[in-house]
Each structure stands twice: as C-alpha cells, then as structure tokens.
Nanobody, 123 residues
C-alpha cells in the first residue's frame, strides 16, 4: 500500500492551495480517508476526513470553513483544498487511510499513512 501526498509549498497568508494524495495497493473506496498535520514541536493533529463514498466529511474546528476535503474514487485520490491560509497552518500534512467504522478523527485508528508534504505559510 502506498499513499503519496503532494502539493505542499511556500505560500503567503490568505493564499489557497490544494493538496492531493494518490493511493495505490488498496481498494480505495473501502477506506475512510483522512488528513492530519504536524507542526514543529507539536503533536500530530486531525485536520479533515471523508467517508468512503464522499458524502460525509469531518473537520477540525481550526480549519472548518476554510478547508474542504474531497475524493475521486475513480482516480484513487483524496484532496484537501485549503483557502484563507494562515501562518498557523504551517505543518507537514499527511494523508491516511482507515478501514474501520469508528471515530475517524483519531490517528491511531488509521491503517496506512503517506509520507507527508510540507506546507509553509508566511505572514
């Protein structure tokens, strides 16, 4: 199984950016897909998750209204559209796949993780 996240970079506050995560080696639509992030010196935190069919989404309070998670099951890809970026969004962003049916905000429940992509937001 491989999850490849990409699309990070250096942007300015207020900008928008879209992250992508391409999955292979698994039956993509059998998995809830999540995005997490980890800033320097901080613990990993939940950002967003999307149900198998894409109809249900979940967001951390800090990104709700600014970030949108979506998926294309035909392309085995999950996206994170990030708008109105803030310096506090600076982190390494990880995508992850979860086969279960419990709380998808808990990273410990996820089965597979990507390698992460760096987002830096300058003020």
């Amino acid at each position: 199984v491989q999850l490849q996240a990409f699309g990070g970079g250096l942007v300015q506050a207020g900008d928008s950016l879209r992250l992508s995560c391409a999955a292979s080696g698994l039956t993509f639509n059998n998995y809830v897909m999540g995005w997490f992030r980890q800033a320097p010196g901080k613990e990993r935190e939940f950002v967003a998750a999307i149900s198998r069919g894409g109809r249900t989404t979940y967001y951390a309070g800090s990104v709700k209204g600014r970030f949108t998670v979506s998926r294309d099951n035909a392309k085995n890809t999950v996206y994170l559209q990030m708008n109105s970026l803030k310096p506090e969004d600076t982190a390494v962003y990880y995508c992850a796949a979860y086969s279960g049916s419990g709380d998808s905000t808990q990273g410990s429940r996820y089965d597979y993780w990507g390698q992460g992509t760096q987002l830096t937001v300058s003020s």
